[in-house]
């Protein structure tokens, strides 16, 4: 079963200094790993995502993510946070693998809040 | 254009009723998933179908019957609701993973569902 852990259920940052989120994960294939944002009241949004290309993948909004299949981690980080960043992120896991049964395993989420 | 839309956004009843959450997508894609999201905002799958095809069913209640009258929809009947079904829930949708890379799954902005 695959699985992920958010460690920080919230994380306060000052603006313009770094975000980061992180993000575990365990899976018995090879993962393929993303991550979500969501604004209030709003849905989820796919920031960006890591499916066996590049370790670093570049995303939206300037956020990137690493994957590091030695410390199984897909760490969440922007240089430079703005005020608009506040938001709940989410890491997920799938196994696209397994065609036809390609859910995502979610994350308990990491609230971001930017201080002014 | 709205790619994966929801009806209603905001849903107050009763405990006993019966109510409906429908789901369309506009964007050609083969399998639709809906998503509950509990006061403590963990994301959890509970069903996906394939072109019309339930695929999968994460040990929800029989209460929650979900119904895809073609694969552009995906309706989600909830019959006796309880307490405990009060929660947001996402509508998602996915093209067939032919190209890993390619994969994503694209949300619906949610229904806050409010039993009491």
């Known amino acids: 079963a695959q699985s992920v852990t958010q460690l920080g259920s919230h994380v306060s940052v000052s603006e313009g200094a770094l975000v980061l989120l992180r993000c575990n994960y365990s899976s018995s294939v090879p993962p393929y790993l993303f991550w979500y944002v969501q604004y209030p009241n709003q849905g989820l949004q796919l920031l960006l995502k890591?499916?066996?290309?590049?370790?670093l993948v570049k995303g939206i909004n300037g956020f990137e993510a690493e994957f590091k299949k030695s410390e199984t981690s897909f760490h969440l980080t922007k240089p430079s946070a703005h005020m608009s960043d506040a938001a709940e992120y989410f890491c997920a896991v799938s196994d696209l693998s397994n065609f036809g049964n390609e859910k995502l395993t979610f994350g308990t989420g990491t609230r971001l809040t930017i201080i002014p | 254009d709205t790619a994966v839309s929801q009806t209603p956004k905001y849903l107050v009843t009763q405990m006993g009723n019966d109510k409906s959450i429908k789901c369309e997508q506009n964007?050609?894609?083969?399998?639709m998933y809906w998503y509950k999201q509990d006061s403590k905002k963990f994301l959890k799958i509970m069903f996906s179908y394939n072109n019309k095809e339930l695929i999968i069913n994460e040990t929800v209640p029989n209460r929650f019957s979900p119904k895809s009258p073609d694969k552009a929809h995906l309706n989600l009947h909830i019959n006796s609701l309880e307490l405990g079904d009060s929660a947001v829930y996402f509508c998602?949708?996915?093209?067939?993973?032919?190209?890993?890379?390619?994969?994503?799954?694209?949300f619906g902005p949610g229904t806050r569902l409010t039993v009491t």
């Open positions: 964007l050609g894609h083969d399998t």
């Open positions: 998602a949708s996915s093209a067939e993973a032919i190209r890993e890379s390619s994969y994503e799954q694209y």
């Open positions: 890591y499916t066996s290309a590049a370790t």
